[in-house]
């Protein structure tokens, strides 16, 4: 873990540019590498086709954003890394609001070690 999980409406497919905004979320989260192992990192995007916006009456737009971590880091960490991960969000899709109507969120969920199951040997490319 970390795995970053992106919702977008199609509607902004040709602007979101979501590679370029999982190389930033990267960025962040590989410069917190002590508390985020590199080799458990995973981003991945879900273009939504069926959805509504508010009243339905504009071609409206949402971007959703989800932190899925393993439980266990301390409150202030977890705000911090929050913080740094919806500043990227807001400056990455900063040229589509101000072109559209378009609501950001992002949510972080920390979840119990009981009921993961897990095999990975990309840790060990990372280990010194």
């Given at each position: 873990m ?5 919702e ?13 905004l999982?190389?930033?979320i990267?960025?962040v989260?590989?410069?917190r ?15 939504l ?8 009456a ?13 439980a ?23 040229t589509v ?21 897990k ?10």
């Amino acid at each position: 873990m970390p795995h970053f999980i992106v919702e977008y409406t199609d509607n902004i497919k040709d602007e979101a540019n979501i590679a370029n905004l999982f190389e930033k979320i990267h960025e962040v989260l590989i410069a917190r590498d002590t508390i985020f192992p590199i080799g458990g990192l995973r981003s991945r995007a879900i273009e939504l086709k069926d959805y509504r916006v508010a009243d339905g009456a504009e071609d409206d737009a949402f971007v959703h954003a989800v932190l899925k971590i393993a439980a266990g880091r301390s409150e202030e960490i977890k705000k911090e890394a929050g913080d740094a991960l919806f500043e990227v969000i807001k400056e990455h899709f900063e040229t589509v609001m101000s072109k559209r109507y378009l609501a950001l969120s992002m949510e972080l969920i920390e979840f119990s070690e009981a009921g993961t199951y897990k095999q990975n040997n990309i840790h060990s490319r990372f280990k010194i």
